[in-house]
C-alpha cells in the first residue's frame, strides 16, 4: 500500500477501530512513520479538516522524525522547519490537548538538537513568542496554557532525549540559563488571581523544572506558594506532586537548614491530616502520606542531627516522625477500607538504620529520643496487622487478599526493625499484652487479637539469640499457647508458624516441649493448618533431635495414624518422612527398624500395589509420591550425622553401627528395579528415583559401598535404555565419591563406558534434539577429568568421539550446552599430558576445534558464549601454543571467514594479539576475542554493544 495521506488515514481508522487488523496496521503505519516521506505527509495530517486521531499521528510522526532522524533535516531548513512548528502549536491552542502536547514535545526536541549553535536563547524566545501580541486569535488563558505546555514538556523531553555526554552537558548548561526566565514567569501565574487552570499547569511545569534540577534554595518562594495552593481543593492533588518532587529531589537533603524553614509548612498539613481521617477521605490521606513520608525518608539524617539540641528543630522533626506516626495509624483494613498506610514501612526501616549505623554516644542518644516511638509504633501495628471480621475477609477477592498478605509480611519486617531498637521491652510488651488479651471473657475474646501478638513473635524470632536471650517472657509465651482458642485456622496456622520460627531457640530451651509437642501433633490432623504443623515438626525435629527422645513414640503414633487416614496433601505427607528420619534417629538401629517396619510396610505395599498397576498418569503421579517419600525420610535419616563441635573423622569412625537407611534400600532394589523397567521412559518417575539414590548416597556416604555394584548396573541399563539427565547427574556423584576405590574400578568402568556409548550414539540420530542430555554428558565429563581422570584410560573409551561430541556441544544453540562443551574441551587440552592418547586426537583434530571457536566469534554462536571460546584458546596457549599458531594463522587467512566484516588487518592483528607474550594472561585474551567478535558482527564502537556489554 502506498505511503498517501489517505492510505495513512484509513490505516489509522483500522488500528483504532477495527481491532482484526489493529496488529498489521500498527506495522505499516510504524514503517510509514520512519519513512523519508513523512516530514510531508506529517504536516498534511494536521490539517484542521482531518480528524483528531489522524491529527496525532501526524504530530506524533513529526516528533519522531525530529527527534531519532534529525540527521535527514538540512541545516538551513532549520528555521523554517522551527516557525512552522510554532505555527502549528498555535492553531492547536484551544486543542485537541493530545495533539497540542505532541507538538510541543516535538518542539522540545527541536531546541534540544539546536541550543545554543543554532538557536541561541531558546527559552527566552519561546517565552517571547507566546505572547498576547504575537497570538491575537487567543485569549490570555489559552495563551499562557500552551506557553506552560512547552516549557513543561521541555525538561521533560530533555530527560528522556538520548544524548551523548557532552552534548547533554551542553543542553544542559543552556537550559539552567534558561530558568532565569522561567521561574519569574511561574511566580507571578502561580497565585490565587490566576485561573485555576493556569495556576494548575503553572504547578506541573514547575514540577518538571523541579525534578530537572532546579535548586531547593533558588525556588523557596516558590515552594512557600505551592504550600498555599495545598488549601485549594481543585489544586490540592497536583501541589501535593510538585513538594513530593521538591523534597525527593537527590540534592535536597544538601540543604537541611532550607528544609528545616520548610518543615512548618509540612507540619501545618497535619489539620489537613486529621480531618481527611475524621472523613475517611483516602485519597487526601493517600497524598498528604505521601509527602510526609517522602520528607522524613529523604532527610533522615536530619531527624537524628536535630534531636541533639533542645530547640524548635528538635520539637518539628519530632512532630513530623508523629505524622508518618499519624499516617501509620490511619484508620481502616488495608487495601479495603485504606491504601496509604503500606507507603510508611521505608521510613521506619531508614530511620532505625541509620540510628543502628551512627556512633556509639550518638546512636544512644537517639535510641533513647526515639525509643517511645517504636514503642507507639508496636502498639499501632498490632492493630493494623489484625485480620478482619471473618464476613469482611470472605468477601475480599483473591488480589485483595494477596496484598493483604503482603502488608502483612510488611509489618513483620517492621516489626523486627522494631526489635532491633527496643529489644527484651518489645518481648515485655508482647507477653503482658498476650496475657491481658487471654484473660478477657469468652465473648469479649477475639482471635484476631490474639493471632495479632503471636504474629509478632514470630516476626522476631529470627533476631532472637537462641543462646543469650532467657526465656523469661518466650518461655512464658509459649506456656501460654495450649490455652489459647482453637476455633480458628487462622490463629492455629500461625501458632504452628511461629512454634517453627523459633526451633534453633527451643532447642536452647527444651523444658516448653511439653507445651508445644501436643498442639502440633493435633495441627497434623487438620488439614487445613497441616501444612504449617508438618513445617513446624520439622523445623523443631531437625534442630534438636536429642530433645525429643520423650515425646518419639507420641510423635511417631502420630505420623502413623494421619498418614493412614489419607487426609493430608502429597507435600505433607513427605514433609512427614522427613520428619520421621530426623525424630528416629536418636533411638538404637533395633528400635529405629521396628518403627520403621510399623510406620513404611504401609507405604511400601501402596507403592508395590501402584507398580502392579497398568501405567496412568494418576499411577504415575501415586508412584512419584511415595518415592519422594521415601527420598525425604532418607535424606534425614542418619544415625552418623555429625553432631555440632564433632569432626567428619568421628562421623566415619562409628565403627559397628549399621545405616538403617542402608537395610530399607537393600529392601527396596526389586521394586526400584521393576519401576525403573517399567517406566523407563517417563522423565518424572526416572528422577525421582535417581533422586532417592542421590539422597541415599549423601547419607550415607561410604557405607553405600554394599549398594554401588548393583545399583550402577542398574542405572546403566535403564540409560542404555532411554537417556535421562537425573542418570548422569547420580552417576557423576557416585563415580567422583568411589573414584578411590580399588574394589570399585571395574564397576565404575562399566558404568562410565555404558553412558559414553550410549551418549555418542546421539551423534548419529541427532545431537540437536537431546541437548539436554549433551549438556549434563558434558558436565560429567569436564568433572571427571578433574577429580577421576584415571577412567578415561580404560580400554575400549573412545577419546576421540568424546573430543568430537565435545565440538558439536560448542556448536548448539543453548548457551549452557555450550559452558559445558567449553568446559570439558579446557580439561580435555589442560590434562592431555596425564591421559594417554589425548595428545594425538588433539595434534590431529585441534584445528577442528580452532575452526568451531573462530566461527563462534565470527558471529554463528551468541555473544554470550564467547568468554567460554576464550577459555579454549587459553587452554590451547598454554599447551599447544606451536599447533595453535600454525591452525590460526592457516584458518584467519581464508577470504570471508569468520565473517565478512573484519579486515585483513583486523583479522591479523586478532592473531597477533592472541599468540602475544599475554597470551596466558586470561583477562587480556578474553578481552581480545570479546573485542574481536564486535568487529565480526559489526558491533564494535557502537552504543548498542556498550549497552548489551554488561547484561551478557
Not at 510531508?40 to 491529527?55: C, Y
Not at 517417563?682 to 559401598?705: Q, S, Y
Not at 547420580?730 to 555404558?754: G, I, P, W
Request: glycine residues 4%; negative net charge.
Amino acid at each position: 500500500m502506498d505511503l498517501t495521506v489517505e492510505n495513512i488515514e484509513r490505516a489509522v481508522g483500522q488500528f483504532y477501530y477495527d481491532t482484526s487488523v489493529q496488529r498489521e496496521a500498527h506495522q505499516w503505519l510504524t514503517v510509514a512513520q520512519i519513512s523519508p516521506l513523512a516530514w510531508t505527509f506529517s504536516w498534511e495530517l494536521l490539517h484542521p479538516q482531518k480528524s483528531p486521531e489522524v491529527q496525532f499521528f501526524g504530530a506524533s510522526s513529526l516528533y519522531l522524525k525530529i527527534s531519532k532522524f534529525w540527521h535527514e533535516v538540512p541545516p538551513d531548513q532549520y528555521g523554517t522547519l522551527r516557525s512552522k512548528l510554532f505555527e502549528r502549536i498555535a492553531s492547536f491552542a484551544t486543542g485537541p490537548k493530545m495533539v497540542l502536547t505532541r507538538l510541543c514535545v516535538a518542539l522540545s526536541s527541536f531546541a534540544l538538537h539546536t541550543v545554543p549553535e543554532t538557536w541561541p536563547g531558546a527559552v527566552s524566545e519561546i517565552i517571547s513568542t507566546f505572547q498576547q501580541s504575537n497570538l491575537p486569535n487567543c485569549s490570555p488563558t489559552q495563551v499562557c496554557l500552551v506557553l506552560l505546555e512547552i516549557l513543561r514538556v521541555l525538561p521533560e523531553e530533555f530527560g528522556t532525549a538520548h544524548l551523548t555526554q557532552h552534548r547533554k552537558g551542553v543542553v544542559r548548561h543552556e537550559l539552567q540559563k534558561g530558568l532565569e526566565h522561567v521561574l519569574p514567569l511561574l511566580r507571578s501565574l502561580m497565585n490565587p488571581a490566576s485561573p485555576p487552570e493556569v495556576y494548575n499547569q503553572a504547578l506541573q511545569c514547575f514540577s518538571s523544572w523541579v525534578q530537572f534540577g532546579v535548586s531547593i534554595i533558588d525556588c523557596m518562594g516558590l515552594i512557600e506558594q505551592v504550600f498555599q495552593a495545598v488549601n485549594n481543593e481543585s489544586l490540592f492533588e497536583t501541589a501535593i506532586e510538585v513538594l513530593v518532587h521538591v523534597f525527593a529531589h537527590p540534592e535536597s537533603p544538601r540543604y537541611p537548614n532550607t528544609v528545616n524553614k520548610l518543615l512548618p509548612d509540612v507540619l501545618g498539613m497535619n489539620t489537613l491530616l486529621q480531618r481527611a481521617i475524621q472523613e475517611h477521605d483516602m485519597d487526601v490521606c493517600q497524598s498528604i502520606t505521601r509527602l510526609v513520608v517522602t520528607v522524613a525518608e529523604m532527610h533522615s539524617k536530619l531527624l537524628l542531627e536535630s534531636v541533639e539540641k533542645e530547640d524548635e528543630h528538635k520539637r518539628n522533626v519530632l512532630n513530623l516522625v508523629n505524622m508518618v506516626l499519624a499516617c501509620t495509624a490511619v484508620p481502616g483494613t488495608y487495601p479495603i477500607d485504606e491504601h496509604s498506610s503500606d507507603l510508611v514501612f521505608g521510613f521506619w526501616y531508614i530511620l532505625q538504620d541509620e540510628i543502628l549505623a551512627a556512633d556509639t554516644d550518638k546512636s544512644h542518644l537517639y535510641r533513647q529520643v526515639y525509643f517511645p516511638t517504636y514503642v507507639a509504633l508496636l502498639q499501632i501495628l498490632l492493630v493494623k496487622v489484625q485480620y478482619p471480621a471473618e464476613d469482611v475477609y470472605s468477601s475480599m477477592n483473591a488480589e485483595e487478599k494477596e496484598h493483604f498478605r503482603w502488608y502483612r509480611q510488611d509489618i513483620s519486617d517492621t516489626v523486627m526493625y522494631a526489635y532491633s531498637m527496643l529489644r527484651e521491652v518489645l518481648l515485655a510488651s508482647l507477653y503482658s499484652g498476650l496475657v491481658t488479651v487471654m484473660q478477657k471473657s469468652a465473648d469479649k475474646l477475639h482471635w484476631q487479637e490474639v493471632e495479632a501478638y503471636i504474629f509478632f513473635l514470630g516476626s522476631v524470632a529470627e533476631a532472637v539469640d537462641p543462646v543469650e536471650e532467657e526465656d523469661q517472657y518466650l518461655g512464658h509465651v509459649f506456656s501460654l499457647l495450649p490455652q489459647m482458642p482453637c476455633n480458628n485456622t487462622k490463629l492455629i496456622s500461625t501458632t504452628l508458624y511461629t512454634i517453627g520460627s523459633y526451633a534453633e531457640w527451643i532447642n536452647h530451651h527444651p523444658q516448653i516441649l511439653p507445651h508445644i509437642i501436643p498442639l502440633i501433633l493435633q495441627g497434623m490432623n487438620n488439614t487445613e493448618v497441616a501444612m504449617s504443623a508438618t513445617m513446624a515438626l520439622k523445623d523443631v525435629a531437625q534442630e534438636g533431635q536429642e530433645n525429643l527422645r520423650p515425646f518419639v513414640q507420641d510423635i511417631l503414633t502420630a505420623i502413623q495414624t494421619v498418614l493412614a487416614s489419607k487426609v493430608l496433601k502429597s507435600r505433607e505427607c513427605i514433609r512427614l518422612m522427613s520428619c520421621v528420619g530426623y525424630v528416629v534417629s536418636v533411638l538404637p538401629v533395633n528400635e529405629i527398624m521396628q518403627c520403621l517396619n510399623v510406620l513404611l510396610t504401609p507405604q511400601i505395599q501402596e507403592l508395590q500395589e501402584l507398580v502392579g498397576q497398568e501405567p496412568s498418569v494418576s499411577t504415575r503421579a501415586g508412584i512419584v509420591v511415595k518415592i519422594e517419600m521415601l527420598t525425604w525420610l532418607f535424606s534425614s535419616l542418619d544415625v552418623k550425622r555429625e553432631k555440632e563441635g564433632t569432626t567428619t573423622t568421628s562421623r566415619i569412625g562409628a565403627v559397628g553401627v549399621q545405616q538403617p537407611v542402608l537395610l530399607i534400600v537393600q529392601q527396596l532394589l526389586p521394586i526400584l528395579h521393576t519401576i525403573m523397567t517399567k517406566w523407563v521412559a517417563d522423565p518424572n518417575v526416572i528422577e525421582a528415583v535417581c533422586d532417592l539414590f542421590k539422597k541415599t548416597l549423601r547419607t550415607l556416604m561410604d557405607d553405600f559401598a554394599p549398594l554401588h555394584t548393583d545399583i550402577s548396573t542398574m542405572i546403566a541399563q535403564m540409560y542404555n535404555t532411554v537417556p535421562h539427565t537425573p542418570v548422569i547427574e547420580f552417576a557423576k556423584q557416585l563415580l567422583v565419591m568411589f573414584s578411590k576405590e580399588d574394589n570399585f574400578q571395574s564397576t565404575n568402568r562399566a558404568l562410565f563406558l555404558s553412558i559414553c556409548t550410549k551418549t555418542l550414539s546421539l551423534m548419529e540420530t541427532g545431537a540437536r534434539e537431546q541437548t539436554d542430555v549433551i549438556e549434563c554428558f558434558m558436565v560429567l565429563l569436564a568433572q571427571l577429568m578433574k577429580k577421576y581422570e584415571a577412567i578415561f584410560t580404560c580400554e575400549n573409551c573412545n577419546l576421540l568421539g568424546l573430543f568430537q561430541l565435545g565440538v558439536i556441544g560448542c556448536s548448539l544453540p543453548e548457551s549452557h550446552t555450550v559452558k559445558a562443551s567449553c568446559s570439558f574441551l579446557t580439561e580435555f587440552i589442560t590434562r592431555s599430558e596425564q591421559v594417554p592418547g589425548t595428545k594425538d586426537i588433539i595434534a590431529s583434530n585441534g584445528h577442528v576445534l580452532v575452526e568451531r571457536v573462530l566461527r563462534a566469534v565470527g558471529g554463528e554462536s551468541p555473544r554470550s558464549v564467547i568468554d567460554y571460546m576464550a577459555d579454549i584458546l587459553l587452554a590451547l596457549n598454554k599447551n599447544y601454543f606451536a599447533d595453535l599458531s600454525k591452525w590460526l594463522r592457516c584458518l584467519i587467512d581464508q577470504d570471508g571467514f569468520p565473517s565478512e566484516k573484519p579486515t585483513e588487518e583486523q583479522k591479523k592483528h586478532f592473531v597477533k594479539l592472541v599468540l602475544s607474550k599475554e597470551r596466558v594472561n586470561k583477562r587480556r585474551i578474553k578481552e581480545t576475542v570479546k573485542e574481536f567478535t564486535l568487529i565480526c558482527r559489526g558491533l564494535f564502537g557502537t552504543e548498542y554493544a556498550a549497552q548489551t556489554s554488561s547484561l551478557i
